[in-house]
């Protein structure tokens, strides 16, 4: 098989999703360093503080630089089993991610504004955010927090739980709805555990979990790298701009 011309099949190749996310998981990593000062770990958040915690205290690898390299040798090997159908046309290949990143981000931020009025009726969700006074530190603390909660929560559980539902000969369709519900779970209830785990509030938990769901079919429908741009798009939307 040739070189893959097809947009929506080349979007999900593993080197146009890591080249997609390259510059926005190296200004992260920058980002943090450069404006963190003597404390960078405090720009952390979401799952990549949490991977990282899980590393120190382990003491299993250098917890600084082992999460981006260990995504880098991820994407790596996973393309290793795909070069028979690189994707060219990288310009506009790329410039298609972004933009479809920007209004798949654009569209969560719509779907929860729709539902809101009910939610808040419901005394489920009401969610409030104001300015801040350093924006850029939040626009890197939002990006880290997309870009590895999609690694953890779908390319890496959703997967890994789509897998093991196959073995035991669960159907296609059933072993596919349960890991984007399962992962959305997962994602959802991460944010109250552990040492960086917000106070349990029933509202914010149902609203993570429609966001959860939302992003595990976008990873399903569309990969990797789309899903993750989008969440890390919409979470520097919400935190800094729209809300």
């Known amino acids: 098989m040739g070189k893959s011309s097809n947009y929506l ?17 190296a200004g992260y990593e920058w980002g943090v360093m450069r404006m963190g000062g003597a404390h960078p ?7 990549d503080a949490w991977v ?23 994407f790596f090997v996973w393309g290793l089993l795909r070069l028979k159908d690189i994707p060219n046309g990288w310009l506009g290949l790329l410039s298609g991610m972004a933009l479809e990143s920007m209004a798949f981000a654009l569209g969560l931020w719509i779907l929860g504004r729709a539902l809101l009025p009910l939610l808040d009726y419901a005394k489920l969700v009401q969610i409030k955010t104001g300015p801040f006074d350093d924006s850029m530190r939040q626009i890197i603390t939002y990006v880290g927090a997309g870009i590895y909660e999609e690694i953890v929560f779908r390319l890496i559980l959703m997967t890994a739980i789509n897998w093991l539902l196959l073995v035991v000969w669960t159907p296609d369709a059933w ?9 959305a779970l997962l994602f959802s209830l991460a944010h109250h555990i552990g040492p960086y785990g917000e106070d349990f509030e029933k509202r914010v938990f149902i609203f993570r979990l429609m966001a959860g769901m939302y992003f595990a079919l976008l990873f399903q429908w569309r ?7 989008a969440h890390a798009c919409y979470d520097v939307m919400v935190g800094i701009a729209l809300w």
């Open 52 to 74: 990282r915690w899980g590393l120190e205290k382990a003491n299993l690898l250098d917890y600084t630089w082992a999460p981006p390299t260990l995504v880098a040798a991820l």
């Open 9 to 25: 099949a080349a979007t999900r190749h593993p080197y146009s999703c890591f080249l997609f996310l390259l510059p926005l998981l």
């Open 41 to 47: 770990d405090d720009l952390r958040n979401g799952a």
């Open 223 to 229: 990969g990797f790298g789309i899903s993750a741009g």
């Open 175 to 183: 072993a596919k709805f349960i890991a984007i519900v399962a992962s």
